[in-house]
């Protein structure tokens, strides 16, 4: 069963930047579609964006020219690059599997998550 831990979450002010990175063990990483989700507080999970096998990349309309997701399978890791952060971006923020039929659709066990809160 893959293994999912998430880093790079912290405080930052409105309008800068982090990079979340998520790091994968315990099945091949490159055979897998990868996705970042989030979930504010008092509010349900939800997707974020993924990034295929290939490399075909698709996000929530919410973050779309703000944030962009890659991965590096050499090193069975998944990235979030997060810019021009706004307040509403706090959540906590979850790295999963991705179905490659249902692109929104996560797989497996969720990690730790990592927190990123945004001041305005």
């Known amino acids: 069963q893959a293994q999912l831990v998430e880093s790079g979450g912290g405080l930052v002010q409105a309008g800068g930047s982090l990079r979340l990175s998520c790091a994968a063990s315990?099945?091949?990483?490159?055979?897998?579609?990868m996705g970042w989700f989030r979930q504010a507080p008092g509010k349900e999970r939800e997707f974020v964006a993924r990034i295929s096998r290939s490399g075909s990349t698709y996000y929530v309309d919410s973050v779309k020219g703000r944030f962009t997701i890659s991965r590096d399978n050499a090193k069975n890791t998944v990235y979030l690059q997060m810019n021009s952060l706004r307040p509403e971006d706090t959540a906590v923020y979850y790295c999963?599997?991705?179905?490659?039929?249902?692109?929104?659709?996560?797989?497996?066990?969720w990690g730790q998550g990592t927190l990123v809160t945004v001041s305005s």
């Open positions: 315990g099945r091949p990483f490159s055979s897998d579609a």
């Open positions: 999963n599997r991705v179905s490659p039929v249902i692109l929104t659709q996560h797989l497996g066990a």
